[in-house]
């Protein structure tokens, strides 16, 4: 009796387990209908329309804080004009003025990726090739509750 309990609770749990694992609206449970490509892999199409977020924290040498800026000035008015670039924002640690967070919004992916063939990007590119960050951490994202 025992044994028939265990097994109906693990059967239910998996059923309600697989329940929520499908998306909103979708019945059937075949691998695609679930996400998944043939290689196990999430749909790649899916993930890459999604809008990405980056978010940058830098930490600049002091003493070249206004070279960091004049290369900012290029790199965010040059990325607010392409068309998958949703937002870019330069934003100053109010504690620290050598800190700076860049949070930057792309339509996908892929417009994240042409960001970082553009020549304004180059200026920011250039100016930390020169030593210029004395450390940094990213983070990309993906939007929950997102407006553009």
Not at 65 to 83: H, K, N, T, W
Not at 108 to 134: I, L, P, R
Request: charged residues 20%; proline residues 4%; glycine residues 6%.
């Amino acid at each position: 009796m025992l044994l028939q309990i265990v097994i109906a609770a693990v059967l239910c749990l998996s059923a309600q387990v697989h329940a929520l694992s499908l998306p909103v609206g979708h019945t059937r449970t075949s691998p695609r209908a679930l996400g998944f490509n043939l290689r196990g892999g999430r749909a790649r199409a899916a993930a890459a329309s999604e809008p990405l977020a980056v978010v940058v924290s830098v930490e600049i040498v002091p003493e070249r804080v206004p070279e960091f800026l004049e290369a900012m000035q290029i790199d965010v008015s040059g990325s607010r004009e392409e068309a998958g670039c949703l937002r870019f924002d330069l934003l100053k640690d109010a504690d620290a003025p050598n800190k700076f967070v860049f949070y930057e919004v792309y339509a996908d992916s892929a417009a994240a990726a042409v960001h970082k063939e553009t020549s304004h990007y180059k200026a920011w590119a250039d100016f930390k090739a020169s030593g210029g960050v004395v450390n940094q951490a990213t983070s990309k994202c993906t939007a929950i509750d997102f407006t553009s």
